[in-house]
């Protein structure tokens, strides 16, 4: 099960912090990403995290604004977002991924993001 928080309504330019508490697996194993969608548009990947979380990978549009980290000893991933644009407003989750064949397992039920501009 993963349950994200952490969303709400900020202002251009400020920071929230999404948090990803995991259960039910062996966390430190697994890949875990991070994916929106906004108002009408197709769900879209934002960022991944290894599972000793020593290497991210992130899409180009949040780079050096969107930071993943995460506590393998809370199971817990992270999205630390800076200086947001109104673009950035969506509905975030977090993903596991099982195997290294690139497909998302599991997935959280989301928590809107709201930049106002």
């Known amino acids: 099960q993963l349950v994200e928080s952490g969303g709400g309504l900020v202002q251009a330019g400020g920071s929230l912090r999404l948090s990803c508490a995991a259960s039910?697996?062996?966390?430190?194993?697994?890949?875990m990403g991070w994916f929106r969608q906004a108002p009408g548009k197709e769900r879209e990947f934002v960022g991944r995290i290894s599972g000793s979380g020593d290497s991210t990978y992130y899409v180009d549009s949040v780079k050096g604004r969107f930071t993943i980290s995460r506590d393998n000893a809370k199971n817990t991933v992270y999205l630390q977002m800076n200086s947001l644009k109104p673009e950035d407003t969506a509905v975030y989750y977090c993903a596991v991924r099982l195997s290294a064949s690139g497909k998302y397992n599991y997935w959280g039920q989301g928590t809107l993001v709201t930049v106002s501009s």
């Open positions: 039910g697996l062996t966390f430190s194993m697994y890949v």
